[in-house]
């Protein structure tokens, strides 16, 4: 069973930094592309970053771009999203998604979402 | 970047009746890169349709997804009282992989 875990959210100050890690078990993660998706309380889904399996491809939203950084370990089978420069706007419910083949797509697998909050 | 416009915002429907969402694309999605998740409160969103027509594993028969180019629709022949949520849609053409605002399906 594909499962996954987010973790890392918290309270964090405008300017400040946090990385989130997206734990993967139930499946073979070099073969999974990857992705980060947020959401603001009420709000749509926004689509954050994404890589393929093998890291070779890495995508940005432009909101994030030269502020988040998205990576992973495959040894480890855990997914990163390194926030920089954090803004109000980035406030949300981080969630971690995870499609059964190297290229980015749809996205098959969810996680329950950590929440950030960027706030003085 | 390609921006998905959804409508209606909102779908007041009954149990039984027939849904029929659309998205459209600012440009066309190529290959029909495109997919549809449902979204209930307090949940993750869950795929329900991939490649425009393709229903995901375990996605009821009710659920039907077609169009192509920059017009695409999601129809629920018959509206069974779960299915009553949000519902998005996301293009993967190009990044960045942008979803829609959503429409929202209630009684």
């Known amino acids: 069973e594909v499962q996954l875990l987010e973790s890392g959210g918290g309270l964090v100050q405008p300017g400040g930094s946090l990385r989130l890690s997206c734990a993967a078990s139930g499946f073979t993660f070099t073969n999974f592309a990857m992705t980060w998706v947020r959401q603001a309380a009420g709000k749509g889904l926004d689509w954050v970053s994404g890589?393929?399996?093998?890291?070779?491809?890495?995508y940005y939203a432009d909101s994030v771009k030269g502020r988040f950084t998205i990576s992973r370990d495959n040894s480890k089978n855990i997914l990163y999203l390194q926030m920089n420069s954090l803004r109000a706007e980035d406030t949300a419910l981080y969630y971690c998604?995870?499609?059964?083949?190297?290229?980015?797509?749809?996205?098959?697998?969810w996680g329950p979402g950590t929440l950030v909050t960027v706030s003085s | 970047e390609i921006v998905l416009t959804q409508s209606p915002g909102t779908l007041s429907l009954s149990p039984g009746e027939r849904a029929t969402l659309s998205c459209r694309a600012s440009q066309s999605v190529g290959n029909n890169l495109l997919a549809w998740y449902q979204q209930k409160p307090g949940q993750a969103p869950r795929l329900l349709i991939y490649?425009?027509?393709s229903r995901a594993n375990g996605i009821p028969d009710r659920f039907s997804g077609g169009g192509s180019g920059t017009d695409f629709t999601l129809t629920i022949s018959r509206l069974e009282p779960e299915d009553f949520a949000m519902f998005y849609c996301q293009q993967y053409d190009n990044s960045p992989f942008t979803f829609g605002p959503g429409t929202k399906v209630d009684i």
């Open positions: 890589i393929s399996g093998n890291s070779g491809d890495t």
């Open positions: 490649g425009a027509s």
């Open positions: 998604g995870a499609r059964p083949v190297s290229r980015l797509g749809a996205i098959d697998f």
